[in-house]
């Protein structure tokens, strides 16, 4: 399940349906507030997770808001952080105890 806003529904209805004809499962957000929920037609049922029902409950509430494919704003910034090549690789084999 994800957000999409109004204007990049607009800008985009059919590749927006044919990914719910598929059965995916979109909110409509207006000014970071869910106000509508897509989802395929007829007796289908989407299984949510626990958290994503939470999470879509608190959206209705104004609790959080959830990210559209257009807000910039949501884009996180690169990581200042670095590890020499091959750090992860020898990590991860030692843990495993592949040394």
Avoid: F
């Avoid at 299984?47 to 209705?60: Q, T």
């Avoid at 670095?82 to 495993?96: D, F, Q, T, Y």
């Amino acid at each position: 399940m994800r957000a999409v806003g109004v204007r990049e529904l607009k800008t985009h209805l059919s590749r927006y349906l044919r990914e719910v004809e598929r059965g995916e499962v979109l909110l409509v957000t207006d000014h970071a507030r869910v106000i509508a929920e897509l989802r395929p037609a007829g007796n289908q049922k989407v299984a949510l997770s626990g958290s994503d029902r939470v999470v879509l409950e608190w959206a209705e509430q104004g609790l959080v808001r959830l990210p559209t494919a257009s807000d910039e704003s949501q884009v996180l910034p690169a990581s200042p952080l670095s590890s020499p090549a091959g750090l992860s690789a020898a990590l991860l084999e030692e843990e495993r105890g592949e040394e």
